[in-house]
């Protein structure tokens, strides 16, 4: 390899001769059958990427078959949750109400005038049992027959 210098006013140029490189190649096919390294990578990664999409497939035909099977006992599961959050949640009001000094002796109160009022409306005479017996069935009629 030779190297000449040339220089002028302002610049200096440096010119190579590029270096002749000879390869000989006797089985064509042995190149193609050694893969580079990037598509290997590549590969590596649609390997993975399928993988991965047929899992989360199993997956989710594996849940859906799962809730298909078993979707009364999981609604009747949801419904006890649900019922078990709302009775905390109404205690934990009340406790907080009950927690208020004058609001909790003012619910009494007014408990105890309800009580009260509904002896004395309800319970005192025969005539007014008896009118408290009809409306507790003209209730029932509406809620079970479906009459209006």
Known sequence: MTTEIVKSEERV???AE??????KVEDN??????????????EQWLQFGEKTSDFITD?????GDFFKQYQPLLASLGWIL??????KLTLALLGAIN??????VLLELIGLGYGIWFIYRYLLTAATRQE???????FKKQVFDGEG
């Open 59 to 63: 997956v989710q035909n594996s849940v």
């Open 132 to 138: 408290l017996l009809g409306e507790i069935q003209n």
């Open 99 to 104: 927690d208020i000094p004058l609001v909790s």
């Open 29 to 42: 096919l042995m190149l193609s059958k050694m893969p580079s390294a990037k598509p290997a990578k590549e």
């Open 82 to 87: 649900l019922a078990l959050i709302s009775a």
């Open 18 to 23: 590029a270096p002749i490189v000879e390869v």
């Open 13 to 15: 140029e440096v010119q």
